[in-house]
T-cell receptor, first 112, second 113 residues
Framework: SQKIEQNSEALNIQEGKTATLTCNYT??????LQWYRQDPGRGPVFLLL?????KEKRKERLKVTFDTTLKQSLFHITASQPADSATYLC???????????FGKGTTLSVSS | EAGVAQSPRYKIIEKRQSVAFWCNPI?????LYWYQQILGQGPKLLIQ????????DSQLPKDRFSAERLKGVDSTLKIQPAKLEDSAVYLC???????????FGQGTRLTVV
């Protein structure tokens, strides 16, 4: 069955640095991959979607890459700020295309 | 635009009792999801509807969990009887279709004692 691994449970960085989060998946290659942000006590909020034919996508200080050979997506936050502290989740459609499944998430802490 | 509405926000019940959660998705969204999120883990899909039909319920513990989406709009998720391990946040989300981004409600935090 489809597996998603976000291999860092927690990431601590200093303000102004670039945060890089990793999402690896196994078995098949999805048509696209999504990234969400979740703050404590709240539901996830959609950030970016990247399709299999897109190598890279940017939105303000966010950048996502999608390497279908490595079965990996990288999520970057440049010039990080304490307000970026949250849990970041990656998600993709399962092989049957019937369910949006999520990774465990990586909790980012940005210190000033 | 109104977001996804869920109620109640919090619920505490004793084991073996029953509980129901309600979700009102964003207007016009055909796809509706119910997720269970245990503390420290990512959301786990319980059931996914497309309009009022079930697309995926492979992870739903059908001996105790049930869900319906009447008229392809609002949805309810029921647990009967509840177990201690059902303590979690239950998230409802909706999207325009299966391939669009999902919009989440704030969730219902269930505590089973």
């Amino acid at each position: 069955s489809q597996k998603i691994e976000q291999n860092s449970e927690a990431l601590n960085i200093q303000e102004g640095k670039t945060a890089t989060l990793t999402c690896n998946y196994t078995n098949y290659s999805p048509a696209y991959l999504q990234w969400y942000r979740q703050d404590p006590g709240r539901g996830p909020v959609f950030l970016l979607l990247i399709r299999e034919n897109e190598k890279e996508k940017r939105k303000e200080r966010l950048k996502v890459t999608f390497d279908t050979t490595l079965k990996q997506s990288l999520f970057h936050i440049t010039a990080s700020q304490p307000a970026d502290s949250a849990t970041y989740l990656c998600a993709l459609l399962n092989q049957a295309g019937t369910a949006l499944i999520f990774g465990k998430g990586t909790t980012l802490s940005v210190s000033s | 635009e109104a977001g996804v509405a869920q109620s109640p926000r919090y619920k505490i019940i004793e084991k073996r009792q029953s509980v129901a959660f309600w979700c009102n998705p964003i207007s016009g969204h055909a796809t509706l999801y119910w997720y269970q999120q245990i503390l420290g883990q990512g959301p786990k899909l319980l059931i996914q509807f497309q309009n009022n039909g079930v697309v995926d319920d492979s992870q739903l513990p059908k001996d105790r969990f049930s869900a319906e989406r009447l008229k392809g709009v609002d949805s309810t998720l029921k647990i009967q009887p509840a177990k201690l391990e059902d303590s979690a946040v239950y998230l409802c989300a909706s999207s325009l279709d299966l391939r669009a981004e999902a919009f989440f409600g704030q969730g219902t935090r269930l505590t089973v004692v």
